[in-house]
């Protein structure tokens, strides 16, 4: 048992989102130019920086069972950004033209300067987007988040994780009582008028169109003013798994699944870090991958501007897949 599931409320059995696939093989996604078989990998340049993601902090008060970044209420690999070093790369987003800055942790409402941070994008003229739970961490906060919806309106939005429609999937990801938390949560957000969205998952073999009908029931049942059948307000994520086999994306890929680099995240968005045991907070090439040297893309948004190799089993399954097959 490691220390993630020893965590208090951590859920014990495996969890409902779980891909079932062969191991990964060691060949795949080992170089950066060139796939297992030879083939030239694909990359996506940057084209804009339209959001600049900061990740908070990897702490978290909950331990879920596939949380991508592995948070939980000990794991301090990313430590707390400071406001202060949050400023600099606001100022550096300010001259890149970014219209949003995100915040995704962990918890962001763990971290003591995340209210003065948040503060700071707003006034600075970003939309803000910030991704939580809805639960303690979050509620703490209420006059400040109360003050903030007050002076800036529709430019602060907060998307609520709820894995999904179902009490006994959302905990069996989240762990128990998890699920009436976040659904007070939610809906303290929804009747205090906050712009408002909520991040769910697919099940395996879900269907979309189902889930969101299910989703529209749920929000309807309970009062919450959240679109379910708007992309933007319920976001649903596919499965992900960096130890599971997937296919690599070559250059012949884009033209064989009809998409092009510009569908995919990291040509629009970059996240900045701060590794424990690291001076400085660095940028992340994507949300997903903030530790791999791979996708460190350097100290300032500058450096960070170049293209990204897709060589990391997410960018396959997450991003480019997402359930298709790129096989000719
Ligand atoms: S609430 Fe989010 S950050 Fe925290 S453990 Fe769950 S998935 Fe990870
Ligand atoms: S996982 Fe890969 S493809 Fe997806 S956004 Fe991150 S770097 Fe880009």
Redesign the pocket.
């Known amino acids: 048992m490691n220390a993630r599931t020893k965590s208090r409320n951590a859920p014990q059995d495996p969890s409902p989102f779980r891909v079932e696939a062969a191991p990964l093989p060691r060949a795949k996604f080992s170089d950066p130019e060139r796939t297992a078989a030879g083939e030239p990998r694909a990359t996506?340049p940057l084209t804009r920086l339209e959001t600049l993601w900061i990740n908070t902090g990897t702490l978290c008060n909950l331990a879920c069972a596939t949380c991508y970044i592995e948070s939980s209420p000990t794991n301090d690999a990313l430590i707390y950004i400071s406001a202060a070093d949050v400023a600099e790369f606001l100022r550096q987003a300010g001259r890149a033209g970014t219209r949003e800055i995100g915040f995704t942790g962990g918890e962001p409402f763990m971290n003591p300067d995340f209210v003065p941070m948040l503060g700071d994008a707003l006034e600075g003229g970003f939309d803000a987007l910030v991704l939580t739970n809805a639960m303690r961490p979050m509620r703490r906060h209420e006059e400040a988040l109360l003050a903030l919806r007050e002076r800036h309106g529709d430019r602060l939005t907060l998307r609520v994780s709820l894995d999904h429609h179902t009490r006994q999937v959302h905990e069996g990801e989240r762990g128990s009582n998890t699920w009436q938390v976040a659904m007070d949560g939610l809906h303290w957000l929804s009747e205090a008028g906050f712009s408002l969205a909520v991040a769910g998952r697919l099940l395996p073999g879900e269907g979309e169109p189902e889930a969101r009908r299910a989703y529209a029931d749920l929000f309807a049942k309970e009062g919450i003013a959240v679109d379910a059948l708007d992309p933007a307000r319920l976001v649903l994520f596919p499965e992900m798994d960096e130890t599971k086999d997937i296919a690599e994306i070559t250059t012949a890929c884009w033209d064989i699944l009809g998409k092009s680099p510009a569908d995919?995240?990291?040509t629009t968005s970059r996240m900045v870090v701060h590794r424990k045991g690291e001076e400085a907070p660095r940028v992340a090439?994507?949300t997903?991958?903030p530790h791999d040297p791979g996708?460190d893309m350097g100290g300032d948004l500058g450096e960070a501007s170049r293209s990204?190799s897709?060589n990391?089993p997410?960018?396959a399954r997450?991003?480019?897949l997402g359930g298709a097959s790129c096989s000719a």
């Open positions: 996506v995919i995240m990291c090439a994507c997903l991958i996708f990204v897709l990391h997410h960018c997450f991003c480019v």
